[in-house]
C-alpha cells in the first residue's frame, strides 16, 4: 500500500505485480486506476487482458484510454471485438485505431476503413491499415490521398508504400 491507503502503482510495477496492478483497476481512485493500466501495458502480460478490456468500460475517459492502449501494447488478438467497440467512444478513439493497428488482426480492416471517414482519426486509421497489411484497404486509402489534411495524406501514402511491400 502506498499513501493513504492507495496501492502504489509504481512499486506494484517495479515488481511486475501484474496481480497488483489487475486490482488497482477497480480502486476508487481514477488517477490509480489509470496509471495501473499504462503499468500493465508496459509489462504486457497477457493475463492482464481481461481486466483491461473491463476497464474499456471505466467511467474515466483517461482510463478507457490507456486501458485501450495498454491492449495494443500487449498485442491481445482477444482485444480486439472489444477495441472495435471502443471506437464508438469517442473519448479513446485514438487509442483504440491505433491498438488495432499494433494488433494487426485482419478482422479490424473494415472497422478501420470506416474510421479513415472520422476527422479525429483518420489518419491514425490510414497508419493502422498500413501497420496490418490488408489489401482491401488499397481502394479508401488512395482515395483518403486525396484530404485536405496533409498528414492525412503522408500517413495514407506511407501505408500504401508498406502494402506494396
Known sequence: MGIFGKPNVEELAAKKDVKGLIKALKDKDADVRRNAAGALGKIGDKSAVPALIEALKDENRL?????AEALGKIG??????ALIEALKDKGVREAAVRSLGWIGDKTAVPALIEA???????????GALGEIGAQSAVPPLIEVLKDKDGFVRRDAAEALKKLQG
Open 63 to 67: 482510463v478507457r484510454w490507456h486501458a
Open 76 to 81: 491481445a488478438q482477444s482485444a480486439v471485438p
Open 116 to 126: 479513415l471517414k472520422d476527422q479525429n482519426v483518420r489518419a491514425y486509421a490510414a
